[in-house]
């Protein structure tokens, strides 16, 4: 398939020669940033953003002030908005300048001009098909796999904080930049616990880090896939009847030959403080790299006042309840 917007190796010859796919990605970035002003300008700004740490006993959140993420947060995703608008995902609809990586003849691996990462990238379907994570796991496996221990991939669901629900899409972004990359060690085993040991297949629940999560881990591609299958199918029939798929964010990872993909249940898209009048509303929106633990504030006034009192009401809010999160965790112990 030829893919216009697609760069070709001799494009990228200045950069990288090698066809690992984490290393044509960081040399994607760098032809980007040299050919492309927009990009050029988002990366030049986020240098100057400022972060601050909210310390959690065992674990720690970075707040990020990044005001272009605005376009994100504050993103209409109703059918109707997304209905008046162009798809900025679909490939006829690119800027000229923006270039990308083709990856299994269905993706296009592009520079995120919106950055929260270091590197940030965005992994649209070549095709206008909808947010759902159903039938396209293995291919989150496959590009997390390519993507190396260099990128973590992440998947925001069509009421999880996608701001293009209509047409499907995984991000990445540097390894080790979200807390969570670094905690993960530690909480599955001090802050959650073991709920399966089959073979290869490692999965654990966490309940006491915030957020809820389930993770598993494996070498096994058809293990992960078969325990992701379970997984999906206890929550989805657990979750309220009509919505487009459970509402889900989803980190995977792969290093030393091993998967590791971690869950988060949700039952809410955004919380009340988002919708609130006036002084009251603080316009959070949290989605696959919030849940990691970065969370985006697009606005100044929003970052100063943040607290660890506020991130624990919106994690309350948008997560399980624990008896619900506590019965899909003993629906996956005998499941898996």
Known sequence: MT?????????????????????????????????????????????????????????????????????????????????????FLCPGHLPKEQRGLAFAERY??????????????TIPDLSHTPQRIAGTFGDMLDLAQAMGDRYTLFYNGPKC??????HFHFQAGDRGFMPIDSEYDYIKTHLGRQIANRGSLHAYAVDK??????????????????????????????????QEEPMLNILASHARGNWRVICFPRAKHRPSCFF???????????????????????????FRRVDQTVLMQMFNEVCLAPDVFHGLARRLEGAL
């Open 209 to 242: 880090y915030l957020r809820s999560l389930i993770s598993f881990e494996s070498p096994s591609r058809a293990a992960m896939m078969e325990a992701f299958k379970t997984f999906y199918g206890a929550f989805e029939e657990m979750s309220p009847a009509g």
């Open 3 to 87: 893919i216009a917007a697609a760069l070709s190796d001799h494009d990228l010859a200045t950069y990288t020669r090698s066809l690992n796919l984490a290393q044509r990605a960081h040399a994607l970035l760098q032809h980007q940033k040299a050919s492309w002003e927009t990009l050029r300008n988002g990366y030049a700004m986020l240098d100057t953003i400022e972060t601050r740490t909210l310390i959690f006993g065992d674990f720690v959140f970075r707040l990020q002030f990044n005001p272009r993420r605005i376009v994100s947060s504050a993103a209409k995703v109703d059918a109707k908005s997304i209905a008046e608008r162009k798809c």
């Open 276 to 302: 609130a009048e006036g002084d009251a509303r603080i316009l959070l929106s949290p989605a696959s790299v919030d849940f990691g633990g970065v969370v985006v504030t697009p606005l100044e006034q929003d």
């Open 161 to 166: 904080g996608a701001s293009a629900p209509d």
């Open 108 to 121: 296009l691996v592009l520079c995120n001009p919106f950055p929260i990462f270091p590197e940030h990238f």
